[in-house]
Structures are given as structure tokens and as C-alpha cells.
């Protein structure tokens, strides 16, 4: 028996070429495209909007826990860097550095930089924040009162990245940026971990993108922090993708840029300080947790649009009647709340065939496409697809017709169970990509050789191994292309031995390839 | 008989220094301060909510006029800005350049540009978008059915300058830029005038800062524009502020980006673009338009607050009872709806004397404020300040008793009525300092001589002259340190002569000092 041929929507598939796949998603989904400007994308609107979808929901969670929005300035002074040496040996190697203020002619047509216009102290386009809030922190903290000081911001940064790859890896990139000051190390711990679990759940619940929240090895500690915690997501390939931090600082940046406060006994005491962040690479990790063979497939919570009524006009005198069904259908929608919020629908009018314009949306990934023609109107009825189940058995696009007051009224749960199913199609995936009967350091080698196309990851226990004993298992990884993730929370010890040093395994970690 | 004499809660009040006023409000009402980065400001918490709330609105109104956002590039190459002279020599001066990717120790401690990591083109950090948005409108846009495109941004952008005033000129500042291609001419100038008509609107609507809408004299265009239009305010020292722009840019930024469709007949032809942008600058224009001696007042519709509840805490046993009944009023005031949306409230349980805390959320401008004691708990009382009345004639702070229940249900209209008042009151002043009996240079040198503290605008009539006549009247008016402020939408035409150059006047202008 032969399996009915479908015929995709994209020219690659994930299985023949998962970056060449990627790319092609982004471009056909019509979410982000090269600038002509090294190492940045413009973001164009679906994208854009997918992104105003994490951002809202995401400030709304930030706010909840009494955490207040500023904004810092662009450009940082040298100065300030060199106060937090540790920290700007992280970065140094990839930073934007502004050094005149003015362009003039070259007497040949073209712009210069203006000699006579050199600042006198380069400035630096931020990387992160950590500095110059540092320095505002300063400031606004006097006295234990003041404290716990709990600040974000939305902003672009810029890392110059040698490698860049649309939404994972640009050299400019959106994001938010938590910066807390707190009295002791422990109400400190307690923020950085809450911003975890923060991402964590927000990941799960709304990206629909399962995760694991854990401490990141010494090794990949953020530039300065005793300690960063991330959340890591399994691609469909298999790889890791770190998909949010949050760094506990110690009294070190506190230190550098002089924030004190007086404490109820009246000493001058440090600051321990947090700073925590999510970007646009989310949007990368809900292409390759959810996108197929037909393009993205969208979380109802994060979709611009949820649901797209697409009327199959034939420019006659019928049209307006379809259309006023359309419209009436629309508003139905328009009324109805799921995931908390009121439904967003659009009716697509725009002139063309309705079935390309199908494809469009299925390329986006819009949870639900309604395609009405005139039979439809006439009856009462519409045509109902959706995304995650776009094809039947036998190889046809799979719309289901159902009466409009059926429709309208299961409208609702129909997209939560398209949020839920998401997830769980994610979540097995994951799980069952993880190995756990790897225990030795050729058992990895194994497990991530060439023939194995899409191996997942590794959990396994080690010793914990630190300074030069961790940098050669580091190194050893890196032969194999492998990094650690992290150490999962509340992980149980494991037993057995360290596949990398021979002690007695403490803790565990996942290994993976990564982006 | 005397003046009962009131204790102002700022230390300068407008009439003694309007420069230092402004100064005192933004640092009292801590809204922002200087971030120690040349020209750059740190936008504190009072002052980044009174921006989220603007771009809340205005995105909410841009959106429903069919325009989508995207998110363009932080860096222009140099070569985009030499393929439009005009528009480059216009900013050219005052341009961040970003001319090296890494830094190196200097071998003392500090760090300096790696001379091995000098970029092959220096890049621009944006001063306004035009030219790489235009490279990708020239991608986008192949044929009439893609037009007309509207896009628009929020971002930050950097113009260096020379002084800096918070939020009025900053070196950095936040803002949205629309940008806009059409098929013709018509199409565009719509667009630009409902851009203009959409600022206006919002201004008064939602800042309750009355402006004139109008076009920008000749010598006033943004640079390489066709036409521009601007919404202009009067602040309370008669001053004009520009608080936002449209422009008619023609096909000139088209052709110099390539930006042409295939019309309906099969001919390539260029597109008609036009751009439009409000800032952080709005937020200085609501500072000197409804502040007072005592700090901000800010129209409720853009109050992060809008009713902030102090409860009269005394540390005993009382305590809870009188929390339970704020707690109460609370949640039935954020049941209530004003100007459309759920009312914005905040109990604040901050220790410290409630004398002392109304006094900070006065000077932030909150536009109700509740003081609460124990026996007004008892009597289920409130008592209510309203910012915009805050004396009494007999110079105490106006409190109102009422019963909780009579002002949880006349909350909405004091809110709706606070925001029409703040209005009311600035239109009157505005109106009353328009002077139109001025006809000549002489009188117009009279009316903003020295001794005319805070003189208005003047209304007249002019020749609209052009080229080197109109430089001849820009000098003059440089002269007396006035600008022609724009010529109002839809006025009829005046009668009269023409005071710069004895020709007949044809069309009315405002002439002003100006930030």
C-alpha cells in the first residue's frame, strides 16, 4: 500500500535540510528578512507582531511582580566598562563603538567621519545593561528602605556577532532586561529564581515550548555573575537553544559601581544584584519547536491573528452577500475570550484566489482558517481548518465543515486545544529524545556520530568538577561539538560514577548540541 | 484684605523661572534624570509610564488606520545616506558614527577602539529611518496591487546635540516613525494629512494639550521633503513647542532608494512616500502645558495612576481594619471605566507619614488622590483631593468628604471631568495668548520685547514668500529670536498686507518663540 503523496508547502523539508528549512520558513512565513546592514534582519509584520504578542504578555507577568519599567541610555562610556573588568573581558570582543560625532564630505561624493569630531571618550552601544544601571542604581539607593529596587527595560542591544543567523544570532536584537538591587544574597537568590520560573512558565504556558530550568556550568556563567540559570529548549533537530537567563550577581557589579545602602543598623552595605533577560530569539525557538513541512505553525496565545475568514470571492453580484456573512461571522468571533483574552480574528478581503491565500496564512501559521464560499453563506455553514491537523489520511487538506453556531461557540476551546496540543506534541518530542544510558565519555561520542542525524540530548550525572578539571572536560565536549546545558532544578542526585573524571557523580546534566 | 498665602510644593514656581520649573518638575516628579552619558537621559518609572500609556494609544490609533509595524536596523550605512543629498546635508552634523566592532586594553587599565577591528563602512546610528526603510520598500513593492505600504516603527533614535533639554532634546530619544508608499501623489498627501489629523486628535484628546495642525514655512521642511506639517502647542510661557511632524516627501527618497511599482498599464513608475513621527518630546509639551507650582498634573488618560489611595497607617491594631477597607475601595474603583478603559488605581502601602506621601503623589500629578483614616474606615467615608483643585480659597489642601459608595460611583465622570478641565484650561490660556492686532515688523518686535515676560503668538498675514525672499524674513525674524510656526489647516485666507514684504497676505501664519 502505498501512503497517499502530499504535497507540501515549502520547498525543503525539515528532514533533508533542517537550517536550509529554517531559513526558508522565515522567509515564506514572511516573518524577517536580511537588512543589507551586517548582521541585522528587519523584522517585518508577522514577526513583528508575534513579537508585540511575547512582549505584552511577558511585561504583564514582569509588572505583576512589582517590577517597574525605565529606560537607559543606548551608549555606554568606556569608562564605565573598564570599572567591572571580569565582565567587560566577556564582551570586549564583540561590542559596536561609537567615535565621532559628525560625517563629512570626502570631496569625492561620499560621507566621512568628521576628524574634527572625534568624541573625547569613545561610547560603546550597549551589549547589556548591567553598567549603566549599575551607575543609576548608585543613585537611587540610599538606605534599606529603597530595596529590594526591581527595574526593566524593553530595548535593542548589539553584540557583534562574526555569525549570524536571523532571530537566533544578529548583531542587534530586541529585548527586556531585568536589573534588581536587594539587601542580602538570599532575597537576591530569591529574585533571579523567580524570573526563571517566570520564563519557565511563560515558555510552557504561552510559547507553548517546554523547557528546562536550570543552573548553568561555571563555564557559561554570564561575564561577572556567581551564578546564571537558564531555560533550554529542544529543537526539532535535536539541538539545545538557550531561550532566556537569569544571572545572580554576587556584590560584584554592586561593588564596581558603588552600590550601597545604609542598613537598619546604620552600616554602608553592598548591593547583591540580579539581572535577568528574554529576546527575540524566542521567536526562534517557536519556529523550530513548532514549524513543519508547511511552515510555521503558531501558539494561539502569541498569534497576531488567531483565526483568518478568507471569503472565496468571484467579483459577481453574490459577493456582497458573502461578504456580509463574513463580516457577521467575524463579529461573532470578535466576542468570544480564549486563553484569557478576546478572540483576534481578521477577514481577509484583499483581491486573489482564496486557496493561495490559504496558503499564505498555513504558512504562518494561523491556528484556524476559515474559508466561506457561497453555498457556505447560503447555509449557514463554514469550512474550518486548522493548522496543526492540516492533513487527512488521504493526503487532502483537511477542512471540516460544521454549522456557524457550532463553530462560533467551540470556537473558544478550539484554540485552547490547539495551545495544548502544541505543547504536548513538543513535550513528547522532547522527552523521547532525551537518552539516559549514556554513562561514559564514548558512549557520547556514539550517541552524537554522524549517523545519528537528529540525536537529542544526553542526561547524565557528573562530579561537578571545577576550575582546570572543568575546563578539560570542557575541552573534551568541544572535540565532540557538545556543550553542557545545565543542571536541572531540584534534579534528584543521581547515582553511578562521572563519565569525565571517574568521581562520584553529584549532580545532573544534559549535553547537547546547541545554537 | 491679603491673600491667603499658600505653600507651593515646588521650590521655583513658573513665574520666577520657567526654565528652573521645568527642571524642579521632572526631578520632583521623578520622571527622569541625567544618566552621567552625554545628552542621553535615564527615564524614570513616573515618567516611562506616561510613555507606555502615549504609545499604548497612539499604536492602538495607527494600527486601526491599517498600518503594520516592523522593526528596521539600528545602523545605516554611510552609503545609504549619500544616495540622498539634500536629506543628509539636513543632518549631517549631528549624527553618531559607529566606526570600530571591538575594543583592546590600552595597556593602563583601559580600553580604547581595536585598531585591527576598524569597520570597511562606518555606520550611522539612525537619526530618523527614511533611507533604510526605502531599501526595503524598494524590495517589497513590485506592482500596484502592493501598494499603497504602511509601516510604521518604535524606536530609538540619536541626533547629536549640542544642549540638551530632558525630553524637549536629548541626544537619544524614543519615538515612532510611520512610513508610507503610495501610487500617487493624492494618495500620499492623504495619508500625510491623516497622519497630522490623527496627532492633532490625540493631542487633545488624550493629552489635553490644545494645538494648531498646519504646514511648516519652506525653510522649515524636514530635510528633502516636499511639504511638512506639524501640530504645534503653546506652553505656559508662551513658547511654541513642535510636538509632531508629517511629511510629503514626493518621489525624491523613491528614486534615491529605487522605490517603483508596475502600474496598472505595465509601466514602471516611482512611488510617493511620506513619513510621520511623535516622540518623548510630547511628554516635556504635558509638562509645561498642565503643570503648576506644586509639579506635573497629568491628564488621566495617560495617568499611570489615575486615583492613588494613602491609607492613614498608624502601626496598631487598627491598622488592618483600615487596610481592609482601602482594599475594598480599591477594587471597586478598578470595577469602574473611564475614558473607555478600566480605571488605573493604587493603594500605596509604603510605610511612612501619608502627609508626606500625597505630597509625592502630588508633585507626580495623579489626578485623585484619597487619604484614608481610621475613622472614615469607620463611617465608610472617603475623603478626595482633586490635583487640578488643589487649594482651597482659603489656601488649605482641598479634601471633599463623601461617602464611599457616592464616590466610587462618581469616580469615572471626576476622572472624565479632570481630563476635559485640564483642556478647558489650556485652550482659554492659549486662546487668550494669541495676539492678532500685530500688522507690522515694528509691532512685532514690540510684542516680544523684554519687557513682555511671557508674550504669546502672533496670528497674521503674509505673502508666503519663497527662496531668497523667504530667507530675507527668516533672518528677520532670527533677529527678534522668533520662527514662523506653521500655517494653520483650512484657515481662510486673510486680508491685509504682507508686514515682511508689502505684498498682499494670502495666507495666515503663527509667529513665536520657540523650544
Keep these: 500500500m502505498t501512503q497517499p503523496s502530499i504535497k507540501h508547502a515549502l520547498s525543503v523539508t525539515r528532514e533533508s535540510d533542517f537550517a536550509a528549512w529554517y531559513q526558508e520558513v522565515i522567509a515564506e512565513a514572511e516573518m524577517a528578512e536580511e537588512s543589507g546592514v551586517r548582521g541585522c534582519m528587519v523584522i517585518k509584520p508577522w514577526g513583528y507582531g508575534i513579537w508585540e504578542r511575547i512582549q505584552q504578555i511577558m511585561d504583564g507577568r514582569i509588572k505583576e511582580a512589582g517590577v517597574q519599567n525605565c529606560y537607559f541610555p543606548l551608549f555606554i562610556p568606556l569608562s564605565y566598562f573598564a570599572k567591572e573588568a571580569e565582565h567587560v573581558e566577556g564582551f570586549a570582543k564583540e561590542m559596536a563603538v561609537v567615535t565621532h560625532h559628525r ?60 555569525r549570524t543567523r536571523m532571530f537566533l544570532r544578529t548583531s542587534e536584537f530586541l529585548w527586556q532586561e531585568g536589573h534588581t538591587a536587594h539587601a542580602d544574597r538570599s532575597d537576591a537568590m530569591a529574585e533571579t529564581l523567580r524570573a526563571l520560573e517566570m520564563y519557565r512558565s511563560f515558555s510552557e504556558d504561552v510559547l507553548a515550548m517546554p523547557v528546562i530550568a536550570g543552573e548553568k556550568p561555571e563555564n557559561e556563567r554570564f561575564p561577572g555573575a556567581v551564578a546564571t540559570y537558564s531555560i533550554e529548549a529542544m529543537m526539532q533537530d535535536g539541538k539545545a537553544l538557550q531561550a532566556g537567563t537569569s544571572h545572580y550577581l554576587g556584590t560584584a557589579f554592586a561593588e564596581a559601581a558603588g552600590i550601597r545602602y545604609q542598613d537598619r543598623e ?69 466576542q468570544q475570550s480564549a486563553l484569557g483574552e478576546r478572540v483576534r480574528v481578521l ?10 491565500k490559504r496558503w499564505g496564512w498555513v504558512k504562518k501559521g494561523v491556528p484556524l482558517i476559515l474559508e466561506i464560499g457561497g453555498r457556505d453563506a447560503a447555509g449557514e455553514q463554514v469550512s474550518a481548518l486548522r493548522r496543526d491537523r492540516l492533513w487527512r489520511a488521504d493526503g487532502k ?108 557523580a553529584v549532580e545532573t546534566i544534559y549535553v547537547a548540541r546547541s545554537y
Tied chains: 1, 2.
Design 397 to 504: 487538506v483537511n477542512f471540516v465543515g460544521q454549522s456557524r453556531g457550532d463553530f462560533v461557540a467551540g470556537a473558544a476551546d478550539a484554540l485552547e486545544d490547539v495551545q495544548r496540543s502544541l505543547h504536548a506534541e513538543a513535550t513528547a518530542r522532547r522527552d523521547a529524545q532525551i537518552e539516559r544510558g549514556v554513562s561514559t565519555l564514548d558512549g557520547l561520542a556514539d550517541y552524537f556520530a554522524e549517523g545519528n542525524r537528529y540525536p537529542g540530548w544526553v542526561e547524565l550525572g557528573w562530579s561537578r568538577p571545577t576550575g582546570a578539571a572543568l575546563e578539560a572536560v570542557v575541552a573534551k565536549l568541544k572535540a565532540l561539538k557538545l556543550t553542557i546545558r545545565n543542571t536541572p532544578m531540584d534534579a534528584p542526585a543521581p547515582g553511578g560514577t562521572c563519565p569525565f573524571t571517574g568521581e562520584p
Design 347 to 356: 477577514l481577509d478581503k484583499r483581491p486573489g484566489k482564496a486557496t493561495q
Design 103 to 162: 560625517l563629512v564630505s570626502d570631496g569625492k561624493g561620499g560621507l566621512v567621519p568628521d576628524p574634527e569630531a572625534r568624541l573625547e571618550e569613545p561610547l560603546v552601544v550597549r551589549p547589556t545593561s548591567e553598567t549603566v544601571i549599575g551607575a543609576a542604581m548608585a543613585r537611587w539607593i540610599q538606605s534599606w528602605r529603597d530595596l529590594p529596587l526591581l527595574t526593566n527595560q524593553w530595548a535593542n542591544v548589539v553584540r557583534w556577532e562574526m
Design 266 to 334: 546604620g552600616q554602608q552595605t553592598l548591593c547583591h544584584t540580579t539581572s535577568w533577560g528574554v529576546s527575540t530569539r524566542m521567536i526562534g525557538g517557536v519556529i523550530m519547536t513548532h514549524g513543519d513541512d508547511d511552515g510555521l505553525r503558531v501558539p494561539p496565545a502569541i498569534a497576531p491573528h488567531q483565526i483568518v475568514i478568507l471569503p472565496m470571492l468571484r467579483e459577481d453580484d453574490g459577493d456582497a452577500a458573502l461578504l456580509a456573512y463574513c463580516e457577521t461571522l467575524r463579529a461573532e468571533l470578535a
